[in-house]
């Protein structure tokens, strides 16, 4: 796919900022986006200055951003990065806590696919790249409701790739990127956190190795793509055999547990 315009949400830092730096070197003119405006700005500054405010909940707010973005010779491609994480057991989050995740990550994530294919439709090409997870392959046990939130994604990422197909649209893309856990602000501060031992089980990755992966994923679409792959194949084989999950319960979060540990050493007094 030849890179035009892209947008990439939840762009002010972590993740977002590294896959649109990544985006940029490789020729794509990127929009970044995020709630936080001067934050999005100072991230945009050495990618060309391009940012807006978005809160990915307000689908007209979507709306707005992929008609600028195509203004400027076409939206190519759209990345639903934005989201947020709870740890604990889901009865532990009141209904406020349970709501603004499915809001951001799910209903945050539709919003921005929806109004990017309003374009891409009507141009007949396109590409919308959500950023799931592994917890949207299986139930990450102390991550419930973010689990939750992201299979509902992925399900809703697959079912309008085929919306797509049925309707005649092969130039329309929907991928998917599955990470393991990923060392941004959203874990720095887990690492005495019990109810995310989940995301410390596997190889805790860079922001710049799967910012790199997204790049490669924008070029050659793909429905689902986890990082690393034998994750992936991992946690679907936990998915498919839930007793088998719930057996193995006390050696994950042991494993998670250690993980943690690791990471603590590594990270040392300033986790950045």
Request: aromatic letters at 4%; proline letters at 6%.
């Amino acid at each position: 796919m030849t890179p035009t315009t892209a947008v990439v949400t939840g762009a002010a830092g972590g993740l977002g900022r590294a896959v649109a730096a990544a985006l940029h070197a490789d020729g794509w003119t990127v929009l970044l986006t995020d709630l936080d405006p001067d934050a999005v700005a100072r991230a945009a500054a050495p990618l060309g200055g391009w940012s807006r405010a978005l809160d990915v909940r307000d689908p007209a707010a979507c709306a707005a951003v992929a008609t600028e973005a195509a203004g400027r010779g076409g939206l190519g491609l759209w990345v639903n990065n934005a989201g947020i994480l709870v740890t604990g057991p889901s009865w532990t989050q009141d209904p406020a806590t349970r709501r603004q995740v499915v809001e951001v990550n799910a209903l945050g994530a539709m919003n921005g696919t929806l109004a990017a294919l309003d374009v891409m439709r009507a141009q007949r090409h396109g590409h919308v790249l959500n950023v799931v997870s592994l917890a949207g392959l299986v139930a990450a046990p102390g991550e419930t409701v973010y689990a939750a939130s992201k299979h509902a994604l992925l399900a809703f990422s697959i079912g309008t790739l085929a919306d797509l197909r049925t309707a005649g649209l092969r130039d329309v893309h929907v991928s998917c990127l599955c990470p393991d856990g990923i060392w941004t602000p959203m874990l720095h501060d887990r690492l005495d956190d019990d109810g995310a031992v989940a995301s410390f089980t596997g190889t805790l990755l860079r922001p710049e190795r799967v910012a790199a992966r997204v790049a490669r994923l924008a070029r050659r679409p793909r429905p689902v793509v986890s990082l690393p792959r034998w994750r992936g194949a991992q946690v679907r084989l936990l998915d498919a055999f839930p007793r088998l999950a719930l057996a193995l319960l006390p050696v994950i979060r042991v494993a998670g547990r250690a993980g943690q540990r690791r990471q603590r050493r590594r990270a040392g007094p300033n986790p950045s």
